[in-house]
């Protein structure tokens, strides 16, 4: 499986900082593969809308987020903007945030 995330928004965004970051779960110790694997499932990210969450108008500061997830042939993109209100959607979006120093 195949992971992009992107980053966009919020307080102190800086555009040359958040580059979109790739995770290859071959190249992961396999119980951390097996955890994204898990969290990818329980979000039901395939099943998802292309858009999840929007500010409130007016708004400000707020993150928004792109996964494109290529797995077994698929491939899905959502674009998700905080708040956001489903938790396993939340822990996935977590996840990839603690991933994304160490991806390029």
Same mark, same amino acid.
């Given at each position: 499986? +195949? @992971? ?6 919020? %307080? $102190? !965004? ?8 790739? %995770? ?8 951390? *593969? ?5 969290? @990818?499932?329980? /979000?039901?990210?395939? *099943?998802?809308?292309?858009? @999840?969450?929007?500010? $409130?108008?007016? $708004? *400000?500061? !707020?993150?928004? !987020?792109?996964?494109? %997830?290529?797995? $077994?042939?698929? +491939?899905?993109?959502? +674009?998700?903007?905080?708040? %956001?209100?489903?938790?396993?959607? +939340? /822990?996935?979006? =977590? ?7 160490? =991806?390029?």
């Amino acid at each position: 499986m +195949q @992971v992009q995330f992107h980053m966009e928004g919020g %307080i $102190a !965004y800086f555009p040359g900082l958040n580059k979109p970051g790739t %995770i290859d779960s071959d190249q992961l110790p396999e119980q951390e *593969a097996d955890e994204l694997k898990r969290l @990818v499932n329980a /979000a039901h990210f395939f *099943a998802l809308p292309a858009v @999840v969450g929007s500010p $409130a108008p007016g $708004a *400000a500061d !707020y993150r928004q !987020y792109t996964i494109t %997830i290529e797995d $077994a042939g698929k +491939q899905h993109t959502v +674009q998700v903007t905080d708040p %956001i209100e489903d938790p396993n959607l +939340q /822990a996935l979006v =977590t996840n990839l945030k603690t991933r994304r120093p160490a =991806t390029s």
